[in-house]
């Protein structure tokens, strides 16, 4: 008994988001205190859910009158406990645009500026053809006190606006990327302290960003992805004290000019020259007579849509852990801590023209220089030219990985920081233990997350590469969803994935699509359209993210061209289990392992959406490649083509052997992983540890986590690692030796689940079943938390005096079933729960 709060709320998976255009918005929240009974949701009196009597309800999609654009509602949940006590929790959120009047515009591309090709003394650019960052402004009058007033904004390109020289907002690298040519996302800023009675300014900078500048790793289309020069779309919308409105937009009457941002780039940097710097265009007053008109470009509405996830932003800075003085005017600074993001620099006043320089890397070479090889044609070089004053220098439009910056042009350092960008997703989960190697490596998986989830999950943050790779981003996802509240990013990224199928169902290798870049996707990479989908319902309970007809089309894709259903026809650049350091997994093996997952996965959303006969024919396909995987790589009960771990971790984990043969295919594994430790590559590395606990292997999965050894994690620990690495032993070609990349992080799901015990139940939603199975191995204690989409979920065990405690916290509206290490079984309901075990028992 007791009462029961709700707390979290959120529409769409945000909290009080601006610029929400759904009919149907899902409004959740997450559950304190005792187990409810029931719920009702109301939305600014327009419409009411009524009393819903259902304990596990922690959302209710609202299904009132049309919602109007640009208008904000308040909505409430109140809740009922047993004993009758109830609560109530207020929230808002803010509906879009609708439709749209303004124009596209853009500096007339005809008389930009562009830096021309590199000479000696110049700077250090690989390529030319990098075009000055146009200005665009445009002087309004107030008529009357302003109310509340509402940017709504978007580029082909970058963009930073500001009203009257107040910034609006707080994203970076805004809009984000997505495929331009199929959907641009806007944003929605409260502008309304930003403006004055009397003269206003809006005014904007733009740059290429991945529309136009330097994207990817093609030295046949480097750059010009989606169109040649920035261009800016906005309405600004007034409403004064009186009720009356006004619509400030682009299109006629707009300036445009070019100012101190000489050129900006994502893979190449971006320069300052602040003797070309136009003091107060941002500002009312100032004269742009000798500016030129914008251009109108267009009027096509049709790409733009609401942004559906939190923008990227500087989150935090950090200071140098060293800073070493290597020569006349230069410094080398080291962050302690590899990040994606930018260095913000205090300069002196210098000789004007005088030039400081930023060069940016990972790791250092062996003579203690930045070692820049890794970074092949991104230059990731920022520079500032000076006009004399102090200043502080701080790119706006660019972000590099890095650990290291190596700083010229300063005799004497001033402050420096580097500050932290990466996609805002909200911290969901912790995880300690008494290891303080494996509680390094946790952050280590948790700083590649951040470094990578940058508008979209990239693979690598430093060199010219930075893609959407599907495969990385659904070995990751389990890790990331504990991490990270991570669904309003993935419900974005979804639809660059989905933008990227082609009309025959095919999904890409990586999304938002990229000319030149293997488009046709490859077994393991592709399937994420299935995984990723099936696993984001299973954690976040929105059954909205499962979108059938696409899973299908690709399933039926895969079939047509493999009618023996053995995946060998389309297979894509089929990248295998990519960077295994053991024996190759045979293709076609690998291949149809996910052929069958995704047909298996497919089959269960279609049941969720209620489409039957869908369901039964997926799960009919999955039965027929189960069996044709068994007759053909199948050569002895429990044994498969190849004898690859890999292969074992993909039949064990899909579901693809006879009852009889998961235990001898079981003990296969374990021998090949005691003889050789880990033989993974990305495809395999995020079913070791689980699979081999599963199947009564736990103690491998920790003396894999024990290695010091390449290839292991630890070894990467020991080697001052700050983040994953791309290759297990962070050695060969430094073109592909990235030491920020996710995929080999994926073991964090273990810590969570293994380690500390935190899981759900196979068939479970949302969290509503739990499994706390704690494995200590030669731990002395471990705890991890996870803010669940249903509650907060907590475990804590520690050993000592001959006992074992364990401490559970299960949320309202859950059960969980806990097994002790020995071998006792408890059901618990919601609440705080204790155990304890002798020690003797636990070995």
């Known amino acids: 008994m007791g009462s029961v709060w709700p707390y979290g709320l959120c529409c769409d998976h945000r909290a009080t988001p601006l610029g929400t255009d759904a009919s149907a918005p899902l409004l959740s929240w997450r559950l304190s205190g005792a187990d409810p009974v029931a719920c009702l949701v109301e939305v600014d009196g327009l419409w009411s859910s009524g009393r819903l009597d259902d304990p596990a309800a922690i959302g209710v999609r609202y299904a009132g009158p049309p919602l109007r654009p640009r208008t904000r509602y308040t909505w409430q949940v109140t809740l009922w406990a047993a004993d009758g006590?109830?609560?109530?929790?207020?929230?808002?959120?803010?509906?879009g645009q609708g439709d749209w009047t303004a124009a596209w515009i853009a500096a007339d591309p005809d008389a930009v500026e562009h830096v021309d090709p590199p000479t000696e003394g110049d700077l250090a650019l690989r390529d030319h053809g990098l075009a000055a960052c146009p200005q665009l402004r445009r002087a309004f009058e107030t008529r009357s006190p302003v109310a509340a007033a509402r940017l709504y904004v978007s580029a082909k390109g970058l963009y930073e606006a500001r009203i009257n020289g107040h910034r609006a907002?707080?994203?970076?690298?805004?809009?984000?990327?997505t495929d331009y040519r199929r959907r641009i996302q806007y944003q929605t800023y409260d502008v309304t302290s930003c403006l004055t009675e009397g003269e206003n300014v809006l005014a904007v900078t733009l740059a290429d960003g991945w529309w136009s500048g330097f994207a990817g790793f093609d030295p046949r289309r480097p750059g010009y992805h989606y169109g040649t020069f920035p261009e800016l779309i906005a309405e600004l919308h007034l409403t004064y004290a009186d009720g009356s409105a006004e619509i400030v937009a682009t299109g006629d009457g707009?300036?445009?000019?070019?100012?101190?941002?000489?050129?900006?780039?994502?893979?190449?940097?971006?320069?300052?020259?602040?003797?070309?710097?136009?003091?107060?265009?941002r500002l009312p007053g100032f004269d742009d007579t000798s500016w030129s008109p914008a251009v109108v470009t267009g009027h096509d509405h049709a790409p733009l849509v609401p942004s559906l996830d939190e923008p990227v932003r500087a989150v935090r800075d950090l200071a140098p852990a060293a800073v070493t003085r290597t020569g006349p005017g230069t410094h080398l600074v080291d962050f302690g801590q590899n990040l994606a993001g930018r260095v913000r620099l205090a300069v002196p006043a210098l000789e004007p023209g005088s030039r400081v320089t930023i060069r940016h890397a990972e790791t250092l070479d062996a003579e203690g220089g930045l070692d820049t090889a890794n970074l092949r044609t991104a230059d990731a070089t920022d520079v500032l030219i000076s006009a004399g004053p102090a200043t502080v220098f701080e790119p706006g439009f660019t972000y590099h990985g890095f650990r290291y910056a190596e700083i010229t042009g300063v005799?004497?350092?001033?402050?420096v920081k580097a500050v932290v960008l990466h996609s805002d997703t909200p911290q969901a989960g912790t995880f300690a233990c008494s290891d303080p190697e494996l509680d390094q490596l946790q952050r280590n998986i948790e700083w590649g997350q951040r470094g990578n989830f940058v508008s979209v999950p990239t693979d690598c943050p430093q060199r010219d590469e930075r893609l959407g790779w599907l495969a990385d981003a659904q070995v990751f996802l389990p890790t990331a969803c504990l991490n990270a509240d991570v669904a309003a990013f993935f419900a974005k990224w979804l639809r660059d994935v989905r933008d990227a199928q082609t009309p025959q169902g095919g999904f890409p290798n990586v999304a938002p699509r990229l000319s030149g870049v293997a488009e046709e996707g490859a077994p393991g990479w592709a399937d994420a359209g299935v995984l990723i989908p099936w696993h984001l319902y299973r954690v976040y309970g929105d059954p909205r993210f499962l979108d059938v007809d696409s899973m299908a089309a690709w399933v039926d894709f895969v079939r047509r061209h493999n009618p023996d259903l053995i995946w060998r026809a389309r297979t894509g650049p089929h990248y295998a289990d990519w960077l295994s350091p053991g024996p190759a997994t045979p293709r076609e093996l690998l291949a149809t392992a996910f052929f069958h997952r995704s047909a298996d996965l497919t089959a269960r959303a279609a049941q969720v959406h209620g489409r039957t006969a869908e369901a039964e024919r997926m799960r009919a396909l999955a039965d027929d490649i189960r069996a044709a995987f068994i007759k053909t790589f199948a050569s002895a009960p429990g044994r498969l083509t190849g004898d690859t771990q890999t292969g074992y971790l993909l039949a064990l984990a899909f579901g693809l052997l006879p009852p009889e043969?998961?235990?001898?295919?079981?003990?296969?594994?374990?021998?090949?992983v005691g003889e050789h430790g880990p033989q993974t590559g990305f495809l395999g590395v995020n079913l070791l540890c689980p699979v081999l606990s599963e199947h009564g292997h736990a103690d491998l999965a920790h003396a894999l986590l024990n290695r010091?050894?390449?290839?292991?994690?630890?070894?990467?620990?020991?080697?001052?690692?700050?983040?994953?690495?791309?290759?297990?032993?962070?050695?060969?070609?430094?073109?592909?030796?990235?030491?920020?990349h996710y995929a080999f992080g994926s073991v964090g799901e273990w810590l969570y689940g293994g380690v500390a015990g935190i899981?759900?139940?196979?068939?479970?939603?949302?969290?509503?079943?739990?499994?706390?199975?704690?494995?200590?191995?030669?731990?002395?204690?471990?705890?991890?938390?996870?803010?669940?989409?249903?509650g907060r979920i907590a475990v804590s065990w520690e050993r000592g005096g001959g006992d074992f405690h364990l401490a559970?916290?299960?949320?309202?509206?859950?059960?969980?079933?806990?097994?002790?290490?020995?071998?006792?079984?408890?059901?618990?309901?919601?609440?705080?729960?204790t155990f304890r075990t002798t020690e003797e028992t636990t070995a």
């Not at 970076?172 to 990327?177: F, I, K």
């Not at 235990?663 to 594994?669: M, N």
């Not at 309202?812 to 309901?829: E, K, N, R, Y």
């Open 85 to 95: 006590t109830s609560s109530t929790a207020r929230s808002w959120f803010e509906t």
């Open 169 to 177: 907002g707080d994203a970076e690298l805004a809009p984000g990327w």
């Open 254 to 281: 707009w300036r445009a000019g070019r100012g101190h941002v000489r050129y900006a780039d994502l893979l190449k940097g971006e320069c300052h020259d602040l003797r070309a710097a136009t003091p107060g265009w």
């Open 411 to 415: 005799e004497v350092l001033g402050e």
């Open 661 to 672: 043969w998961i235990v001898p295919a079981a003990r296969r594994l374990a021998e090949l």
């Open 708 to 740: 010091t050894a390449p290839p292991s994690w630890r070894y990467q620990v020991r080697r001052g690692a700050t983040t994953v690495w791309e290759r297990w032993d962070g050695a060969g070609a430094p073109s592909m030796n990235s030491f920020n």
């Open 759 to 790: 899981a759900q139940a196979p068939d479970s939603v949302a969290y509503r079943e739990l499994v706390i199975r704690p494995l200590p191995g030669d731990l002395t204690w471990a705890r991890a938390t996870y803010e669940s989409v249903r």
């Open 808 to 833: 559970v916290t299960v949320p309202p509206g859950a059960s969980a079933t806990v097994h002790l290490p020995d071998g006792q079984t408890h059901q618990v309901p919601s609440g705080d729960h």
